[in-house]
């Protein structure tokens, strides 16, 4: 195989490794709601029970972290309401993923 293909292959596994777990639910379905905009932590558990996707919300902590580390999402600010703490608001931050085909580069948006 030529070089210059199994650069191209490389670039094309580092995205595949980028967006696999991206496609994956409760992934996919975070991704999804937040699409409309900014949203609470309680309004994306609920969205999310709403799908089918039951699970504890520890668990939803953990996805939402790891989208944040992947820099899918960020934190928009804090909803402060009935004097508990306040609840963490999340927005997308990457709208796009993709790969430019002239330098290989993966790039966001």
Same mark, same amino acid.
């Given at each position: ?6 650069? !191209? ?8 490794? =980028?967006?696999?777990? /991206?496609? &994956?639910?409760?992934?996919? $379905? *975070? #991704? ?17 029970? !709403? ?8 668990? =939803?902590?953990?996805? /939402?972290? &790891?989208?944040?580390?992947? $820099? *899918? #999402? ?36």
């Amino acid at each position: 195989m030529p070089r210059w293909m199994m650069e !191209e292959m490389r670039n094309l596994k580092s995205l595949m490794m =980028l967006l696999k777990p /991206l496609l &994956a639910e409760p992934k996919r $379905g *975070i #991704i999804r709601i937040l699409s409309d905009g900014v949203k609470g932590t309680n309004e994306i558990y609920q969205a999310l029970q !709403e799908r089918g996707l039951e699970m504890p919300r520890s668990t =939803l902590y953990y996805h /939402l972290s &790891a989208l944040e580390d992947a $820099g *899918i #999402i960020e934190m928009a600010g804090y909803r402060e309401e009935g004097g508990g703490a306040p609840e963490k608001l999340w927005k997308l931050k990457t709208r796009k993923i993709g790969i430019d085909l002239v330098t290989g580069e993966i790039f966001r948006e």
